[in-house]
């Protein structure tokens, strides 16, 4: 049997963190096993659903490289036959019409919640006829006896008594499906062997496995994934900061590291935190996927985003770097090479957002010294030293580390001072006092004509 599993999400928003670590675990699901992963756009609720979200959602699927193999696939294309199956489902019984009144409704509801019952329609209109003509919603006959028992493949066995469901309406009186009726359909149609969601949908189940039976189709394997909570302990939203998965994008994550990330909130393997994605495609198994909810913790994320900052290849650093010099109006085509700043500066930076602030200095004058850093380093002592060191970098035949590191000791030497009163005012005056690595490397990679001058802007200062 080839597996197939699908992302289902609704395009009432962007792609958030949930919705990404639901398609992970799904995309993971199918690779390890060699199967299909399907992507599908439940729009039906037309109100809430904009292109905008959809366009959001496939650029964040495309953004962390979870390939589809089949879709998307829109619920909008499909009215036809969703409508197809409810009149089957009319003809054989299995459903029936309702024109209960919103009042006999609301006040059945009024009843029942006195009573302390769970709200649920009573099958008022079970037996009766109801004119088609006429205004109505179609009901699916849910079985009135039994239980419904499945194996959830995190939560194990679960069972929901029948005398707790009730007949969920398949049809709205605008003539539109509903989502567990799109759901079962399109699972059943698209030959989906797994369901892997979120377990706010688990109570949804029940309810589709009774679909599915009635019209006679397999039922899919279940596998209910635990919510991710905020630092607050409540489920995640837009309180607790980013949840966009774009957002990451765009505050400097790559995306290795937010799928790593997410591998690992509901799911471990040993005390293992890093995994390569192939690793996670042949270590990845749904039973070992906990129950329990899962903290998002925007501490560790950084942590593991500095790991692949430091770990990748520079080139593709420098490449994902860009956008974000960019955003800082600088043009890397302008300066040193960026593959050899990332190289320099990678230790030194927790995202591409930090990794570009610090790397600024290297492309245009900054404008005003860490004012702590100049307090510290530029006082009028300073200034000779300063001067002695510029006259000897001047004269350099070529600029590159040694020449420059061997100047520098020369000067030291010459001045009988340690190494640090020549080079930390030096440091500070060509880098503003942003991280840097070795001064000579700096040096280098800051060239001879921008070294020179903001050695002179920083006796100026001194001078003041
Ligand atoms: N469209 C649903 C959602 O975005 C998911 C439905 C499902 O996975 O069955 O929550």
Not at 5 to 24: E, K
Request: aromatic letters at 8%; a negative charge.
């Amino acid at each position: 049997m080839t597996i197939r599993t699908r992302c289902a999400p609704s395009p009432t928003g962007y792609l958030h963190v949930g919705g990404a670590r639901t398609a992970l675990f799904s995309w993971l699901f199918a690779r390890k096993h060699g199967g299909k992963f399907i992507l599908r756009i439940e729009d039906t609720d037309l109100e809430r659903s904009t292109r905008e979200s959809v366009n959001a959602i496939l650029e964040g699927m495309t953004w962390l490289g979870l390939e589809y193999d089949e879709g998307p696939f829109y619920q909008t294309h499909r009215f036809d036959r969703y409508n197809e199956v409810i009149d089957q489902l009319l003809e054989k019984g299995l459903a029936y019409r309702c024109d209960c009144p919103k009042e006999r409704l609301e006040k059945l509801r009024e009843e029942q919640m006195a009573k302390k019952l769970k709200p649920r329609y009573d099958g008022h209109c079970r037996c009766r006829e109801v004119d088609p003509e006429k205004p109505h919603v179609v009901r699916f006959r849910n079985p009135e006896e039994g239980t419904v028992v499945f194996q959830d493949l995190v939560r194990g066995t679960i069972r929901v008594s029948n005398a707790e469901l009730d007949d969920l309406i398949i049809r709205r009186s605008d003539g539109s499906p509903t989502y567990n009726l799109t759901v079962v359909v399109d699972d059943a149609d698209m030959g989906v062997t797994h369901v892997i969601r979120g377990d706010d949908h688990i109570n949804n189940t029940p309810r589709q496995i009774n679909l599915l039976q009635a019209m006679g189709l397999p039922v899919p394997q279940y596998a209910h994934l635990p919510m991710i909570l905020g630092d607050d302990g409540t489920r995640l939203s837009k309180r607790h900061g980013a949840v966009s998965v774009m957002q990451y994008m765009h505050d400097g994550f790559l995306p290795e590291a937010l799928l790593n990330y997410l591998v690992r909130l509901g799911w471990s393997h040993g005390d293992q935190e890093i995994f390569s994605l192939d690793e996670m495609v042949e270590l990845f198994d749904l039973s070992e996927v906990n129950r329990s909810p899962s903290t998002f913790n925007r501490e560790k994320l950084l942590w593991i985003n500095q790991h692949y900052l430091i770990h990748d290849d520079p080139k593709r650093i420098a490449r994902l770097l860009s956008p974000h010099m960019g955003d800082l109006e600088i043009d890397p085509a302008e300066g040193p090479d960026l593959v050899r700043v990332v190289e320099a500066q990678r230790e030194r930076a927790r995202t591409l957002v930090e990794l570009a602030e610090i790397s600024a200095f290297y492309y245009r004058d900054f404008e005003a010294f860490d004012e702590k850093a100049a307090k510290k380093a530029l006082r009028p002592a300073a200034v000779e030293l300063l001067q002695a060191v510029r006259e000897r970098l001047a004269a350099l035949e070529n600029w590159e580390r040694e020449e420059i590191r061997a100047a520098i000791e020369a000067t030291v030497k010459a001045l009988e001072v340690g190494f640090g009163k020549v080079g930390m005012p030096l440091r500070v005056a060509v880098t503003g006092g942003a991280p840097s690595p070795d001064l000579d490397l700096t040096l280098e990679l800051v060239g001879r004509e921008a070294t020179l001058r903001r050695i002179d802007k920083a006796i100026a200062w001194i001078h003041g």
